[in-house]
């Protein structure tokens, strides 16, 4: 059964920093991993998507890794601002027809 | 427009009745799916359909009856609701077979009191 686990649990952090977020899963069979933004009282905001045969993906500041072996994913946020605040969930799909399973995420807090 | 709109967003109700949740997807999504965020704000999945097919269907009580009247619609029935079931249910869509990326709707915050 796969299980997904997320690094810190809460961070904060000086406006400008860089920082990773982790996520890491224990069944390296995946399909694809997404990473979510998660603002408080609202839905959930794909950030990107790393398919199980890619390394990385960008997007503006944001980074994610993709190393299946390990089972592990990194989310890095480049020169961090307030409006990054939120919480950021990962998620792995084993096969295409499986539900994505969340990890609890990392609660992020960019201070001005 | 919104692609993924689910109905009502807020919803307080006492225990023993029953209420429904009604999700709409204009992606052109073949699969549609339930999720619960408890108060911890775990998300887990409750059922996912596929071409109104039921192909995933979680541990949950069977007062929980979802309903896919077509492709674009998954609605969330709750039976004889209960103090446990205050939570937040999101729905969400996606197309199996490309393993695009899953969108979400705004959630539907349920309390029961």
């Keep these: 059964k796969q299980e997904v686990t997320q690094i810190p649990a809460a961070l904060s952090v000086p406006e400008g920093e860089n920082l990773v977020l982790n996520c890491s899963f224990t069944d390296s069979a995946i399909y694809n991993l997404q990473w979510f933004r998660q603002d408080p009282g609202k839905g959930l905001t794909s950030l990107l998507l790393i398919q199980s045969s890619q390394r990385e993906q960008t997007s503006g500041r944001l980074n994610a890794s993709l190393d299946k072996s390990s089972g592990r994913s990194t989310l890095y946020i480049a020169a961090s601002q307030p409006g990054d605040s939120a919480t950021y969930l990962c998620a792995v799909r084993r096969n295409y027809g499986q539900n994505f399973v969340f990890g609890p995420g990392t609660r992020l807090s960019v201070l001005p | ?113």
């Design chain 2, 1 to 113: 427009d919104t692609a993924v709109s689910q109905t009502p967003k807020y919803l307080v109700t006492q225990m023993g009745n029953d209420k429904s949740i009604k999700c709409e997807q204009n992606l052109g999504h073949d699969t549609m799916y339930w999720y619960k965020q408890d108060s911890k704000k775990f998300l887990k999945i409750m059922f996912s359909y596929n071409n109104k097919e039921l192909i995933i269907n979680e541990t949950v009580p069977n007062r929980f009856s979802p309903k896919s009247p077509d492709k674009a619609h998954l609605n969330l029935h709750i039976n004889s609701l209960e103090l446990g079931d205050s939570a937040v249910y999101f729905c969400a869509s996606s197309h199996i077979r490309t393993g695009n990326t899953i969108y979400f709707g705004e959630g539907s915050w349920l309390t029961v009191v």
